[in-house]
């Protein structure tokens, strides 16, 4: 099993940024990950997968430009950097993993949360105006 342990939300205003950190309990040759987001009453949200060893990173067309993923593997933690936050990024923030890739060293399918079963406990960000 893994554990993830989440933490750097916090509430910041538009425009602003916030680096939320995923700690993992496994080294990253070892898993694939990936970030969602969720709203009360709306829909797990993917937002963003890394392959294995966080060599390479896919965003959704939300975020793309604005999120931006890196690690550290002495910590074994993933960082998601946020950078000019919208009111529309408010939501509880989750990491997760899986131990299965599929070609690409991607969780697969990497856009579905259903590709990973290691997850981390949230970490809520809120944006104001």
């Known amino acids: 099993q893994v554990q993830l342990v989440e933490s750097g939300g916090g509430s910041v205003q538009a425009g602003g940024s916030l680096r939320l950190s995923c700690a993992a309990s496994?080294?990253?040759?070892?898993?694939?990950t990936g970030w969602f987001r969720q709203v009360e009453g709306k829909e797990r949200e993917w937002i963003v997968a890394?392959?294995?060893?966080?060599?390479?990173?896919m965003y959704a067309d939300s975020v793309k430009g604005r999120f931006t993923v890196s690690k550290d593997d002495a910590k074994n933690t993933l960082y998601l950097q946020i950078d000019n936050l919208k009111l529309e990024d408010t939501a509880m923030y989750y990491c997760?993993?899986?131990?299965?890739?599929?070609?690409?060293?991607?969780?697969?399918?990497?856009?579905?949360?259903?590709?990973?079963?290691?997850w981390g406990q949230g970490t809520q960000v809120t944006v104001y105006s």
């Open positions: 997760a993993a899986g131990r299965k890739w599929g070609s690409a060293n991607f969780c697969s399918p990497a856009r579905d949360a259903s590709a990973y079963t290691y």
């Open positions: 496994e080294i990253f040759g070892r898993i694939c």
């Open positions: 890394s392959s294995r060893y966080v060599s390479n990173t």
